[in-house]
């Protein structure tokens, strides 16, 4: 339940920013005690997911950069973010996967079995 | 004795020896490349130097300097670390940096020392030498580039291994080992160069690149390929053995091991017998255990004793054949045998089927007489304990059989039983020689005793031992040198036909006319299936082999790096093989598979596990509780006195082809391309146009 996290944004929070998942950033909008720093979260649209944060939203909500990284500076080898697919139909399955085929390569303790034609 | 002082510790040592043995005896660790204590010094790669006084004001090469009375030797002082230092630099000046890429990587001496000793940065700016890498046969890999000249594959193929093939040529920089030829190492103990190769010059080709050692797991076991026991140790990574590597017992193997044993692993991945079958209208057809144990039961039931035998073969571990020699007895049945090639020994007495001198003991005979043995292929590193004794010299010995090459000097008497007849009658000059010696040996090997006549042969060989002196209070010259792992142990646990029982060949007649209706194969290969008529053949092994195609029901085991087990060698010394990975699918530790088919057969074996089935051994052959120790046998009478006759046909060698002995060997792809290097002659490198 964010229902607190909700109060909280309602009655401290200040929106930053938005990202391409809808994601909706904020920070407190007072500013903080001598030797501490703003808080910053996440109301997620939808299911909360952590690894549907973007990279550029990651690093500002870690603290890493003091304003988020503005995502048209983004160079043409990035490549999009892709959230953990894990549970849905995307996920990823190994090629030795039932799945797909269940045929895999050669590997460590594979054996031939006789069998009585051979 | 010289007194010396080495680091500070003063210690007393034999003259004669070096000052990196002397520190070894106190505990002080000299760096080297070059020496290796089981062959000769050559002082070569600088190393080990360390500052000595008196003496000039420089390093001394530890290896090769002997020690005085009155030494002071430093191992750590500044002039000897930067003398290794210096040392170091020079040897990584032409060594590649291709480590991650190198199969030495992590088991490397240079690796090793050079993190102790190499400098953080190179000096050197110039082009690195490289060196063209040399054919050395399917077993060893080369990468010449990276060899540091310490010569010790050079010396092991020198002194140990007794085929001078390998050599170096060129001096300083332009020095390069070589076999000169592009030939194949003609040697059945060539794979032992790579574990000598301080860096990764000479690699385990069929390894090559397929694991790292901090990934596998280390298992200490017992080799079965032959009847010496080699100490090894089991290298696995998950469910697959992925090499063998030789352990260190000075009594047995010393640190070498033979191709067989290191490399025939392979095969335990190729026709392996995963599940139980059971033949249904003249066609196998896989089964549950159950159906295959009803099965068994079902012909069993009824059947007198009489009609049922069994054949422990050559790969057969203790545990399973003690377990089935109960079985047969609960059945009624007194047919069992352990020698599928029929060898006359007289189980009765000890020392009949022993190497009674033990291998160790080869070093002090001084006479050797050889019948009907090629010890080079029936135990590979007991022949290179002989060659080592015959280069110390003083060591005569003679060969009855067929003449082939042992790699040291041998007097070829004649062929066959009437030379031997006449050492025993003491017409030969060689007996003298034996009469002479102050410990005379006589080995006698499984070609001599497989025949219609091994029991004149084990009673002539048993004579002679007596006529030369040859047995006495605190030696014993009369040697069997066995070719199976599981034969003495099978012997010892008596695995042997008892009161109105047959022996293998009474089996087979027996089973061809249909007086045996049931054969228990155990283990057993060498049966030509034809041979067994219509009796009803169950077969207990881990390859899909001679035996399996035969078979009416199988019973799929474990083969020795699988099962926890005992073996005992041909000198009867008993050891403990380890279960270093699980038998695939179905299959199961042996003794396990007898014990439930008991309960079945209703014929319930009284033991439930491992422990109480040894507590049981121990109490029928008292040997099996002393784990790696010799237990000297009694000396008796055995054999037939009855001459041997002088048109006798001389003797034939047991093995054909030392690279396929047994199933696994034959399943091994390596062994096959061996077969085809070593064996049928195709010794050269291919060049890429051939076939």
């Given at each position: ?118 | ?275 139980p079958y059971v033949r249904k209208?003249g066609?196998l ?6 159906e295959a144990f009803e099965a068994i039961a079902a012909k069993l039931n009824g059947l007198s004793g009489d009609k049922i035998a069994a054949i422990a073969g050559?790969?057969a571990?203790?545990?399973s054949m003690a377990a089935l020699k109960d079985l047969m007895t609960g059945l009624g049945s007194t047919s069992i045998d352990c020698r599928q090639?029929g060898?006359?020994?007289?189980p ?142 099978g012997?010892?646990?008596g695995f042997v036909p008892g009161e109105g029982g047959r022996d293998t060949h009474a089996i087979v007649e027996g089973a061809a006319k249909g007086d045996i209706e049931v054969v228990w194969l155990h283990h057993a290969d060498e049966i030509a299936g034809e041979r067994l008529g219509k009796a009803f053949v169950i077969y207990q092994g ?5 035996g399996a195609h035969r078979a009416d029901v199988i019973l ?37 598979i007898i014990r439930a088919l008991s309960e079945v057969l209703g014929k319930t074996l ?86």
């Amino acid at each position: 339940m964010i229902t607190g996290t909700l109060f909280t944004t309602w009655l401290k929070g200040e929106f930053v920013g938005k990202d391409q998942y809808g994601n909706r950033y904020f920070q407190e909008r007072k500013q903080p005690k001598p030797g501490r720093r703003r808080k910053r979260w996440v109301l997620y649209n939808g299911k909360i997911e952590a690894s549907k944060i973007p990279p550029e939203w990651h690093a500002w909500l870690h603290y890493t950069t003091a304003e988020p990284i503005k995502v048209d500076e983004k160079k043409p080898w990035m490549k999009e973010h892709l959230p953990n697919l894990s549970g849905t139909v995307n996920a990823y399955v190994p090629s030795g996967d039932d799945r797909r085929g269940g045929k895999r390569d050669k590997g460590t303790g594979d054996y031939e079995a006789w069998t009585p034609g051979s | 004795m010289p007194k010396l002082t080495i680091d500070g510790i003063e210690v007393e040592v034999e003259p004669g020896t070096t000052i990196l043995q002397a520190a070894e005896q106190v505990g002080v660790e000299i760096p080297r490349f070059c020496y290796h204590e089981r062959l000769s010094i050559a002082g070569n790669c600088r190393m080990c130097l360390v500052e000595v006084q008196p003496g000039p004001p420089k390093p001394a090469a530890s290896c090769a300097m002997p020690v005085a009375d009155g030494m002071t030797v430093k191992t750590n002082s500044p002039m000897a670390m930067k003398a290794r230092k210096g040392v170091m630099e020079f040897l990584l000046i032409n060594h590649p940096l291709d480590c991650p890429i190198c199969d030495q990587g992590g088991e490397c001496d240079l690796q090793d020392q050079a993190m102790a000793y190499g400098a953080d940065t190179s000096r050197y700016a110039e082009a690195k030498r490289a060196v063209k890498d040399k054919y050395l046969g399917p077993l060893v890999a080369t990468q010449m580039t990276r060899c540091i000249h310490c010569t010790r594959c050079i010396r092991f193929a020198q002194e140990v291994a007794g085929v001078p093939e390998l050599g170096a040529t060129g001096r300083g920089e332009h020095m390069e080992v070589t076999n000169y030829v592009e030939k194949a190492l003609h040697s059945e103990l060539s794979g032992n160069v790579v574990d000598l190769c301080p860096v990764g010059a000479l690699t385990n080709k069929p390894y090559a690149f397929n694991a790292r050692p901090w990934e596998l797991k280390k298992t200490e076991s017992v080799d079965v390929f032959d009847a010496v026991g080699s100490n090894i140790r089991v290298d696995s990574r998950g469910p697959q053995v992925m090499r063998v590597l030789p352990r260190v017992n000075d009594d047995v193997n010393e640190e070498w091991i033979s191709d067989k044993t290191r490399q025939a692993v392979d095969g335990l991945l190729r026709q392996r017998l995963d599940r139980p079958y059971v033949r249904k209208d003249g066609k196998l057809k896989p089964a549950t255990w159950k159906e295959a144990f009803e099965a068994i039961a079902a012909k069993l039931n009824g059947l007198s004793g009489d009609k049922i035998a069994a054949i422990a073969g050559d790969l057969a571990d203790v545990e399973s054949m003690a377990a089935l020699k109960d079985l047969m007895t609960g059945l009624g049945s007194t047919s069992i045998d352990c020698r599928q090639d029929g060898m006359k020994v007289d189980p009765a007495v000890r020392a009949s089927y022993l190497f009674n001198s033990t291998v160790a003991g080869i070093e002090e005979a001084d006479a050797l007489l050889i019948v009907g043995a090629n010890p080079r292929w029936e135990a590979a590193v007991m022949n290179a304990r002989i060659r080592k004794r015959y280069l110390m010299g003083g060591l005569k010995i003679g060969l009855i059989g067929q003449n082939v090459d042992l790699t040291y000097k041998v007097d070829h008497l004649g062929t066959g039983p009437a030379t031997l007849q006449e050492l025993v009658d003491g017409k030969h000059s060689f007996a003298e020689v034996l009469k002479g010696a102050k410990r005379p040996m006589i080995i006698v090997g499984t070609g001599a005793l497989m025949r219609d006549d091994g029991f004149q042969v084990l009673g002539a060989a048993r004579k002679l031992a007596d006529a030369v002196g040859a047995v006495t209070e605190d030696w014993n010259g009369f040697n069997v040198l066995h070719t199976a792992a599981g034969r003495v142990g099978g012997l010892d646990v008596g695995f042997v036909p008892g009161e109105g029982g047959r022996d293998t060949h009474a089996i087979v007649e027996g089973a061809a006319k249909g007086d045996i209706e049931v054969v228990w194969l155990h283990h057993a290969d060498e049966i030509a299936g034809e041979r067994l008529g219509k009796a009803f053949v169950i077969y207990q092994g881990h390859h899909g082999d001679r035996g399996a195609h035969r078979a009416d029901v199988i019973l799929p085991g474990a083969a020795y790096t699988e099962k926890n087990a005992t073996w005992v060698n041909t000198e009867g010394r008993v050891q403990r093989g380890r279960l270093a990975v699980f038998p695939p699918g179905e299959a199961r530790e042996d003794w396990t598979i007898i014990r439930a088919l008991s309960e079945v057969l209703g014929k319930t074996l009284p033991y439930n596990t491992l422990a109480q089935l040894r507590d049981r051994m121990t109490a029928a052959n008292g040997v099996f509780g002393r784990i790696d120790e010799i237990v000297p046998a009694e000396w008796a009478t055995f054999g037939d006195d009855t001459p041997l006759s002088a048109d006798a046909k001389a003797f034939a060698l047991p093995i054909e082809n030392f690279y396929m002995t047994d199933s696994i060997s034959r399943a091994s792809l390596i062994m096959a391309e061996c077969t085809d290097v070593y064996i049928n002659g195709n010794d050269e490198k291919k060049t890429g146009t051939d076939d």
